[in-house]
């Protein structure tokens, strides 16, 4: 049997529909939520919940499962941001002292101050998620894509430029951690709310 | 019917992180439609009271399996309907047989909630609910949720885990097979 619409097919059905959308609704037993919540069993601390107990936002295993705040959210940029700091300094210092007498390839000679314009790029993003979350969410999220593919990119050009299997398995190393913690900030960035989350919101 | 997704998250997180009593919310406000879902799948007041328990407990076990991004009552509804399929599964014999504690609603007041037109007669309504019984299990869920919910068919696709096409065919199918047994009930 064809049919040219919905409509056209609920019409013919029309004296059915209405009977069931004008049932009146049965009334719920007395005292139903009160013997629910009597029934329910106490939650178990198990090792897998532990995890998933949501201390921080975050779910060890599936992301976020819950709105991230923005203090949490500019939390993360500033911690990721310290890390390529301590990181940049590290490199500049190491580098100085172990290629003294060596030859440094461009690539590698750009590497500290690539870790410490990351540092200050991603610092001032969660600066700028601390003080105006709204408008500074837009540019995180710019600023997130963007540093994955910078991350990307300059662990390309470290395997292709370097030519050493160890400096190559180090930036491809450090650009997966990279890529790692671009899609942590993505996601954190994805389930930020302006809004102040409290159970106290709720039961108001 | 739902409450605002991003207000049942927030319930969920906060019982998760240990407030119990947040889970009444919840509770009170899908305990009727879960309710009326289990008694006209069941046909019966007190297997959709045990239902209606047994789902909230169930769903209350498995709180840290549901994903905050998704709607939570159907997350709650798929869980149900799940529960219900067992359970009749288990009775393995037709539900029509349980009219002694049946009991067909009262119309509460006179008029639908518009206001518009009379409500059904008794004798209607009952002679829909005995034919509804005769229908296959995943028919009648679908008939269910969609006339007597007011769920849309991508909600009732999207509960049931089943394609589009396949909600619409079992609801026109139902239908379809629901008009003739009335016609013949008539007759």
Redesign the interface.
């Given at each position: 049997m064809m049919f040219s619409n919905e409509e056209e097919?609920l019409a013919?059905?029309r004296d059915?529909?209405?009977?069931?959308?004008?049932?009146?609704?049965?009334?719920?037993?007395d005292g139903?939520?009160g013997?629910?919540?009597a029934?329910?069993?106490e939650?178990k601390a198990t090792v897998r919940?532990l995890f998933?107990?949501?201390v921080f936002a975050t779910d060890l295993t599936?992301g976020f499962?819950?709105?991230v705040a923005k203090t949490e959210c500019a939390f993360y940029f500033l911690l990721i941001g310290f890390f390529y700091f301590v990181f940049g300094i590290i490199l500049m210092i190491g580098l100085k002292s172990m290629t003294a007498n060596l030859p440094v390839t461009v690539w590698l000679g750009i590497q500290p101050a690539f870790s410490l314009l990351t540092a200050l790029c991603l610092i001032a993003i969660g600066v700028g998620l601390y003080v105006d979350g709204d408008t500074a969410v837009r540019v995180a999220r710019i600023g997130t894509l963007l540093y994955a593919v910078l991350i990307i990119l300059n662990g390309w050009i470290g395997i292709v430029s370097t030519h050493v299997p160890v400096a190559a398995f180090f930036s491809t190393t450090f650009s997966t951690a990279g890529v790692m913690m671009a899609a942590f900030l993505g996601i954190a960035v994805k389930h930020y709310t302006p809004e102040p989350?409290s159970?106290q919101?709720?039961?108001a | 019917m739902a409450m605002d997704q991003k207000i049942d998250a927030e319930i969920v997180a906060s019982i998760l992180k240990g407030d119990v009593q947040s889970y009444t919310l919840l509770i009170e406000a899908y305990k009727g439609p879960l309710f009326n879902l289990a008694f006209r799948m069941t046909g019966s007041y007190s297997d959709a009271d045990d239902l209606t328990q047994e789902i909230f407990i169930r769903a209350y076990q498995n709180l840290h399996q549901f994903d905050q991004d998704k709607k939570f009552f159907t997350w709650l509804y798929t869980l149900g309907i799940n529960l219900i399929r067992n359970h009749l599964k288990k009775k393995a014999k037709d539900v029509a047989h349980h009219t002694t504690d049946q009991q067909f609603p009262e119309p509460q007041t006179k008029g639908d909630a518009s206001g518009e037109g009379d409500f059904p007669s008794e004798e209607s309504m009952k002679r829909l609910d005995e034919n509804m019984r005769r229908l296959p299990v995943d028919w009648r869920e679908a008939i269910i949720l969609k006339f007597y919910q007011d769920l849309t068919f991508e909600e009732v696709a999207a509960i049931t885990g089943d394609s589009l096409s396949a909600v619409k065919m079992r609801v026109y199918r139902g239908l379809e097979k629901l008009k003739q047994l009335m016609e013949v009930a008539k007759l």
């Open positions: 097919k013919r059905f059915l529909t209405e009977i069931m959308a004008k049932a009146p609704r049965q009334e719920t037993p139903l939520t013997r629910i919540m029934r329910l069993p939650r919940r998933r107990t949501p599936f499962r819950r709105p989350i159970s919101g709720v039961h | -």
